[in-house]
T-cell receptor, first 113, second 108 residues
Framework: SQTIHQWPATLVQPVGSPLSLECTVEGTSNPNLYWYRQAAGRGLQLLFYSVGIGQISSEVPQNLSASRPQDRQFILSSKKLLLSDSGFYLC????????????FGEGSRLTVL | DAKTTQPTSMDCAEGRAANLPCNHSTISGNEYVYWYRQIHSQGPQYIIHGLKNNETNEMASLIITEDRKSSTLILPHATLRDTAVYYCIASPFDKIIFGKGTRLHILP
């Protein structure tokens, strides 16, 4: 069966510090991978999605970047965090291409102070 | 992606059918209608999706109007565990963009 893991689950970081959130999927190959963010009291915002290794699409200009170094690994990074980067970050996968059912990880809660 | 419009919140009595409406009047031919729900502090959970025909699975039924400009998600026998934010999305396969959703309260 397929599983998705995200870590760390919670993170408290000072403004200006770097960030690295990692997501891995097991039990499938060539998945579509996604990073979403949910700020407090707000909806889910699509940040990045990837249909293959090294292929990253960014949905909104921001202080974050994503990389896909391996087929089932998706990393969200920042060189210098802003207060507005606080939120609940969710990684998801789908059986790409041409499937719309997303499977979400447990999420990583980031607080920037 | 087509914009969707949903009520901000709805109430439903436990044991009754919950009918959640969604308008997607600008939906294009290659866009599917998806429904997800999010229980507090968890990731969204896929419920159902469809293109033209009505769909049913173990969780819910999806009724899409003939002109595809609106749809209704039906939870046939709502329980307290169905309390969540329900998202209706009109999108092609590869990019699922969530709106604000409907906060459904199931009342005991």
């Amino acid at each position: 069966s397929q599983t998705i893991h995200q870590w760390p689950a919670t993170l408290v970081q000072p403004v200006g510090s770097p960030l690295s959130l990692e997501c891995t999927v097991e039990g499938t190959s060539n998945p579509n991978l996604y990073w979403y963010r949910q700020a407090a009291g707000r909806g889910l915002q699509l940040l990045f999605y990837s249909v293959g290794i090294g292929q990253i699409s960014s949905e909104v200009p921001q202080n974050l970047s994503a990389s896909r170094p391996q087929d089932r690994q998706f990393i969200l990074s920042s060189k210098k965090l802003l207060l507005s980067d606080s939120g609940f970050y969710l990684c998801a996968w789908s059986r790409g291409p041409n499937t719309g059912e997303l499977f979400f990880g447990e999420g990583s809660r980031l607080t920037v102070l | 992606d087509a914009k969707t419009t949903q009520p901000t919140s709805m109430d439903c009595a436990e044991g009754r059918a919950a009918n959640l409406p969604c308008n997607h009047s600008t939906i294009s031919g290659n866009e599917y209608v998806y429904w997800y729900r999010q229980i507090h502090s968890q990731g969204p959970q896929y419920i159902i999706h469809g293109l033209k025909n009505n769909e049913t699975n173990e969780m819910a039924s999806l009724i899409i109007t003939e002109d595809r400009k609106s749809s209704t998600l039906i939870l046939p026998h709502a329980t307290l565990r169905d309390t969540a934010v329900y998202y209706c999305i009109a999108s092609p396969f590869d990019k699922i963009i969530f709106g604000k959703g409907t906060r459904l309260h199931i009342l005991p």
